[in-house]
Structures are given as C-alpha cells and as structure tokens.
C-alpha cells in the first residue's frame, strides 16, 4: 500500500509541473503579501480605489481595458465606489457613440454602462503613437502572466540602469522582471505622479502595489465571491465528508457482524 | 445480464411497466443488489466518480454553451463575459475547466488501476476496449473544449495538432496538406475551424455517454474484477452492490470533490497556462507551446522521435496500443500484486509516465530529449517486450483459495456451494 500511497503523492506532484516550469529566464520575481490571498482574503477597497487612479491617470494614457465597464467600478467585491462616484468617473471620459440620426458620430461624457474608453482607436493608432511598441490591453493582465501581481509588482519597480556588459536596443528600457530584461515601456511611476488623498505615501512603490492589486480585480472580480462560496461549500463537504465515512463504517459492520457470527 | 433476475414488482404500475419496458427491475438487478466481489479497495470507486464527472462537465458545458460565441472576434471576450456577467457564470467556466483536469485525473487512476489488477484479461477484454475507446475520446474532446477559449495557447495547440496531419504527406505527397485544409476550412486556423470544434466539442461528450453505457454493460456480463484477481467462486464472496458499494463510492465521491473544490474555488488557474489569458493571435507564437498537463506524456512522446510522421504514429500508437494488452499480456495472473517480477516492471512503467509528463513541459533538447527518448522506449517497451516475455518466465505468488479467504484470512469457513451463477470462469 505505501507505493500506492507514493503513487498518488507523486500523481498529485505532477499536477503542478506546468506551473513550476513556467518561471521566466532569469527574472527574479517575488512573493508579495496580498489582502486578497486564498483561502479567505479580501480586495483592500482602498488600496483598489487608489489603484484605479493610478490606472486611469497613468496606465490609461497608453492601455486600454476593453472588458471592463465602469459600473464594475461599484459593484460587490471591487473598489466599491458609490453610485454617484461612478457615474462621475463614468463622465470624465468623452465616448464616441453614434451614428446619429445623420449618419454622424459624435462624442458625449461617459454612462455607468460604457466600457472603459481605449485610449488609442486601433492597435495601428497604439504601435505609431509608442514607437512601434503595442502597449497590452489589461482587462486579464493579472491572469496572463506567470507570478499574476507579483509579477505586476515586480515589473513596476523592477527598472533601473542595465548592467554594463548589457548591449540594450534602441529605446528600450532595463527591467529586472521582464522576461529578456529589455521593455519598451519607460517607467511609468515616479514619485507625486498621482495624489494620494487618504494618507497613502504616493511613493513608486505605493502605486506599483496599488495598481497590481486593482489589476488584479478587473482580471478576476468575482474573487472575493468565489472564496466566500468556496468557503461554504467546503465546510459542508469536509462535514459531508465525516458523515459519508461514519455511515460507510456503519454500513459496512452489518458484513463484519455477518462474516463474525458465521465462523462463531 | 450476469446473474438471474430477482426483481418482485410489488405494485400494478410496477407490474405493469415489467412486461413493457423493465427499468425498473435492470435498475433493482444491476444497481441495487448486483453481486459485487467483496474486497474491492478505494481504487474501484474512480468509476462512479468518472460517470459524476462527465455529468458535471454536461451540464456545465450546456449552461456554458448558451453564453459562448464561436467566432474568432468574439470567442475569448464571451468567455471573459461569461465570467463577468453571466450570474454563476464564473462558478460553470472555472467548474468546466478544473473539471476537466479532475476527470483525467481520475481516468488515469481508473487505467492504471485497471493495468495493476489484470482487469483487461480475459473474459473482461471488450470492457477495457471500450474504456481505451473512451480515452481516445475523452482526449478529443478536451482538445477541442481547450480551443475553444481561443487564447494563444489554444490558437496554437490546434495549429501544432492539426498541422500534424500534414506529416501524411511523406506518404502520399500532397495528402497531408489536402486534408489538413480540409480539417481547417480554409488555409489556416480560423473561424470555420473554430466552429467546427465547437460542434464537435458539444457531440462528443454524447458519444462517451453512449460508450460508458456499453463499458458499464460489459462490466456487468463478467461482473467487477477485484484486487486479488481471483474469480468469484460461491455466493459468499459477494456483496450487494446497494448499499456497501454506494455508500462507499459516495464517501471517495466527496473526497474527490474536497481537492475538486480546492482547486476550483482557491486555484482555479493554477493547472492552466497564463498565455491563454492572452487573446489568439496568428501573428505571433508564444516562446513554448506547451498543451494542458494531461496531454504532456504524450507530447514528450511525439517529441521524442526525430522523424513527424512517425512522431504521429507513435502519439496514437502510445494509447492505441492499449488496445491489445488483454493479448501482449501472456501471464495468466490477473492481479500485479502476486507478479514478483512484473511488479517491478509496473511501477517503473509508472515512474515512467510520470516523467514523461515533467519532460513534455521542457524544451526538447539535451538531457530532456535524451530521458524523453529513453522513457519513450520504455513505454513502447513495457507492453511489446515485458509484458509478453515476463508472462512465461515469471513464477507467481501463491493465490488465495477464494476472494472470502482473502478478506478473512485462515479462519474462513470453506468455500459455500456454488450457488452463484455470476462467476464465470
């Protein structure tokens, strides 16, 4: 039974090969504690508050996030801005909508239901407005890199000057955490870019981590709901659990009892 | 099936649907008081715990379904707004997508524990035929349900898959490439070729449940095999299967769904790849192609040999060739557990397996492709060369007298008449 027993350990490792194997060269990324960590964490609504200023006065300017609307802003578990706050968020953005009853298109302040506004019209616009570079849209970043918002984390304060034995291309900044170490980004955080109105030092580092963590809901922002119905639905299959195997013992003694008073 | 019936209706409706159709005395016979050997151990309840999982993953996929849109614009944002939008939405695609790597988990056990304990032989061969032609299946279908995400690694796991087809034209020249723009639609991966998984992909999922009722009939001509592979000799050496069998199958079925709900509820990402967060894009290839881990063993296979098409042939072959084990296998012991020497082999085989699932996450080459290569010829080895030769040398253990002296040791009474005609010998 014990190699039975390794069997099923070693079955279970397997299962987190893919994972493992996917550390990009070289990159050093590390673990950050997040208020949103499993089992039983939450989004910081302040800290996803926050993050969502950074998002809109820097990221913004150059990447979209075509999956999110601005009504997600104050639904359950995100930044858990008030109705009125978002549809003064929602406003700020000038959406082209149309055509109009002359065939026009014309522009008018954000609603709520819009989606949040791409800063570029098309993804040529994007690369002649960056240096040929695409900025990624970030509805998913935080799902579609390895190390999710440590990796966020990572990238943001992960600038600084190459090693010098380091030949960089044309335009190309130095990051610790970017795969290959050349990012077409400039830093995007220097210190006072956004103001903090809570307290909040508005250091780099601040809004490197406040900006991870608001990337992190608009990827996944039914999270907080998923570990509040995980957490139910385990407690009752760990009690279902203890009654399945009591009833099993129980079921299977009747036979015990059989095989007993027969050879008695 | 297998044993007389000893169904009574006790009322007029039931009386009257006996002489019509008689469901409920097939479900009294082969469900509730099926003679089922008695020592059966954890490792047999995979099987009801693969018919709960390929309903789970029905009637997610139906629900799923009705939200997804199969074209190229829109397949990977109705995903996201399945997630967003849809009420449960997020519940049905993560459920959908564990559920998957939870049923090839048990459907793995389920085969192995079928190779350990013999239940391929003899008169169980069609049974485990069937089981291999749910495999193939199963595989399919995962395939085709992973593309339809339409993320990068999708896009390009149906590229690699389907231009595989092309190494038919070292055969014919020209056939590979006919029928692989055939499979497409068109001259690469596109919206036909995506909606045509999609059809197929909510098919296939029918064509299993057809096929388990076939393995689950076949099960029941011979009856279940049990650990220590000794025929059922008397009726004492079984058990109804209601209620020791379900009440044991449903206790493993919660244990399942405890590391089912683990994974789906706190690591719902955790077995996937994040470059399917990143929508298809034609123009650029992900740096690794890697596929689902369930299909790495195979991948490391394909990789292994030099040559495409006999890449090909040895992807299929690896679990074609599960096919003919009930005849490669010339031992006439059912159970690995009384094979001295075959026992060795087996779990190296597993090891072996194992490996290959870490090496088809690597890049092909040096010592990769060099143990890739190795457990390659090992797998191939294992059913052609020990399976045939170690069945004639070996000496086997001494087996128990019957299944009932097995579970009670020396004391027990001497086997009862035979009454029961369910064992066949």
């Known amino acids: 039974m014990n190699v039975v027993r390794t069997l099923a350990v070693a079955l279970l490792a397997g299962l987190a090969i893919p994972a493992t194997a996917l550390g990009a060269e070289g990159t050093k990324i590390e673990a950050q504690d997040w208020s949103f960590a499993p089992p039983f964490g939450r989004f910081d609504k302040g800290q996803l508050q926050r993050g969502y200023k950074v998002y809109q006065y820097v990221c913004a300017n150059c990447h979209s996030a075509r999956l999110l609307s601005y009504r997600n802003l104050g639904e359950p578990g995100g930044p858990g801005f008030s109705h009125e706050a978002v549809e003064a968020l929602a406003s700020q953005a000038q959406i082209t909508d149309g055509p109009d009853d002359t065939g026009q298109m014309y522009q008018r302040p954000g609603v709520p239901s819009d989606r949040f506004r791409s800063p570029y019209a098309n993804d040529a616009a994007a690369r002649a407005a960056n240096n040929g570079a695409l900025p990624p849209d970030l509805s998913v970043m935080a799902k579609a890199r390895a190390g999710g918002s440590d990796y966020l984390y990572a990238l943001l304060t992960g600038y600084g000057t190459a090693p010098s034995d380091m030949k960089m291309s044309q335009g190309m900044q130095y990051n610790t955490a970017f795969p290959g170490h050349q990012i077409a980004m400039p830093n995007p955080l220097v210190e006072g870019v956004v103001e903090y109105t809570d307290g909040t030092k508005p250091t780099p580092d601040n809004y490197a981590k406040d900006v991870s963590a608001f990337l992190m809901w608009a990827a996944e922002p039914k999270l907080e709901e998923r570990y509040k119905v995980g957490a139910r639905i385990m407690i009752f299959l760990l009690v279902f659990a203890v009654i399945m195997y009591l009833s099993k013992r129980a079921v299977w003694a009747r036979l015990h009892r059989r095989d007993h008073s027969e050879s008695a | ?425």
């Open chain 2, 1 to 425: 099936m297998g044993h007389p019936s000893t169904y009574e209706p006790s009322t007029g409706v039931e009386r009257w649907l006996d002489s019509r159709l008689p469901v409920p005395r097939m479900m009294h016979d082969q469900f509730m008081v099926f003679p089922t050997p008695r020592n059966l151990n954890y490792w047999w309840t995979f099987g009801g715990i693969l018919t709960f999982m390929l309903a789970i993953q029905i009637v997610t996929g139906i629900v799923l379904a009705m939200h997804y849109q199969p074209t190229v614009d829109g397949a990977f944002d109705s995903v996201e707004k399945i997630m967003r939008d849809v009420n449960w939405g997020w519940l049905l695609r993560y459920a959908h997508a564990i559920g998957a790597s939870m049923f090839f988990v048990a459907v793995y056990i389920h085969t192995f524990r079928g190779l350990y304990y013999g239940s391929y032989k003899a008169p169980r061969e069609v049974l485990w035929i069937l089981g291999v032609i749910i495999l193939f299946l199963m595989i399919a279908t995962a395939f085709m349900g992973y593309s339809l995400v339409w993320g990068q690694m999708s896009f390009w796991a149906v590229t690699v898959i389907t231009n595989l087809f092309s190494s038919l034209d070292a055969v014919i020249p020209g056939l590979g490439t006919t029928l692989v723009q055939w499979i497409w639609g068109g001259f690469a991966v596109g919206e036909p070729t995506l909606n045509r998984l999609f059809a197929l992909h909510y098919l296939f999922p029918f064509v299993i449940a057809g096929v388990v009722i076939l393995h689950i009939w076949a099960l029941h001509i011979p009856g279940s095999n049990n650990p220590t592979g000794v025929e059922v000799k008397s009726a004492k050496d079984t058990i109804p299967f209601h209620p020791y069998y379900t009440i044991k199958d449903g206790y493993a079925l919660v244990l399942f769904c405890i590391l089912f709900g683990a994974l789906l509820f706190y690591a719902p990402n955790f077995l996937g790849h994040p470059d399917n967060y990143i929508p298809a894009n034609p123009l650029q290839t992900p740096p690794h192609i890697v596929p689902e881990w369930y299909f790495l063993p195979f991948y490391a296979i394909l990789r292994a040999i030099p040559s495409k098409l006999f890449g090909v042939i040895a992807l299929i072959a690896s679990i074609g060739i599960l096919v003919f084990v009930p005849w490669l296998d010339t031992s006439r012991i059912r159970s690995v557990s009384y094979r001295p020497i075959f026992k060795w082999f087996f779990w190296l085989f597993v090891i072996c397996c194992i490996a290959l699932g870490y090496l088809g996450s690597q890049a092909p080459d040096g010592w990769y492709l060099f143990f890739g290569r190795l457990c390659t010829a090992y797998y191939f080895g294992f059913f052609l060369l020990i399976m045939p030769i170690v069945g004639f040398i070996e000496g086997p253990k001494k087996l128990p007298g019957s299944i009932t002296q097995s579970v009670l040791g020396s004391k027990a009474p001497p086997g009862g008449s035979q009454q029961h005609a369910g064992g066949a010998q």
